[in-house]
């Protein structure tokens, strides 16, 4: 396991009974660690022609942005309803604790566009297949998928479906 996934905390319960939440924000916080793991999402996208990273809101963000400047492209969020301006598509999905909703700008990529899909947490794989989805919808090619770690006992990686590469910093 790479050294900064030391600072990742189990917090218990949270959001919700039984859950049991990964906090990367000790990890964001260590200015050593947070370059470490960015470089570990970057990694094998680097010889990869890539014109955006669209991120999910919200730890993805934190993450999505710096991996964009590492790999020279451009970044696009992927928010919750109500966040964007101007048109936008929207895809529901269902959670482990609930359901939820996830809009991107209508004109935001152009068709034919290489997307790089960045989250912070592979759990069950219901945020990371709703945002391939969605950006499916505007026609552009998703070149593959990052997140910094992957719950394998979960199993969301079957819900990625071999759509493209994907790749997991750390796997818990």
Same mark, same amino acid.
Request: aromatic residues 6%.
């Given at each position: 396991?790479?050294?900064?996934?030391? *600072?990742?905390? &189990?917090? $218990?319960?949270?959001?919700? %009974?039984?859950?049991?939440?990964? &906090? /990367?924000?000790?990890v #964001?916080?260590d200015?050593?660690?947070?370059?470490?793991?960015?470089?570990?999402l970057?990694?094998?996208?680097? &010889?990869?022609? /890539?014109?955006?990273?669209? !991120?999910?809101?919200?730890?993805?963000? *934190?993450?999505?942005? %710096? #991996?964009? !400047?590492?790999?020279a !492209?451009?970044?696009? $969020?992927?928010?919750?309803?109500?966040?964007?301006?101007?048109?936008?598509l929207e895809?529901?999905?269902?959670?482990?604790?609930?359901?939820?909703?996830?809009?991107?700008?209508? &004109? +935001?990529?152009?068709?034919? +566009?290489?997307?790089?899909?960045?989250?912070?947490? *592979?759990?069950?794989?219901?945020? #990371?297949?709703a945002a391939?989805?969605?950006?499916?919808?505007?026609? /552009?090619? /998703?070149?593959?998928?990052?997140? #910094?770690?992957?719950l394998?006992?979960?199993?969301?990686?079957?819900?990625?479906?071999?759509?493209?590469?994907?790749?997991?910093?750390?796997?818990?």
């Amino acid at each position: 396991m790479p050294e900064w996934t030391r *600072l990742i905390r &189990d917090v $218990p319960d949270f959001p919700k %009974p039984g859950i049991v939440f990964k &906090d /990367i924000m000790p990890v #964001l916080a260590d200015a050593a660690a947070f370059a470490s793991a960015i470089s570990a999402l970057a990694q094998p996208w680097r &010889d990869t022609p /890539i014109d955006a990273v669209a !991120c999910i809101e919200a730890r993805g963000f *934190l993450l999505g942005a %710096p #991996l964009a !400047c590492a790999l020279a !492209c451009g970044v696009v $969020p992927l928010r919750k309803p109500g966040k964007l301006p101007g048109a936008t598509l929207e895809q529901r999905y269902a959670l482990e604790y609930g359901e939820d909703a996830l809009q991107v700008q209508a &004109d +935001a990529l152009a068709p034919g +566009a290489r997307v790089l899909l960045v989250d912070d947490v *592979l759990a069950t794989g219901g945020t #990371l297949s709703a945002a391939r989805q969605l950006l499916e919808r505007l026609q /552009i090619q /998703i070149i593959g998928g990052s997140v #910094l770690i992957e719950l394998g006992f979960l199993g969301g990686r079957a819900r990625w479906q071999d759509a493209a590469p994907l790749h997991a910093a750390v796997r818990f």
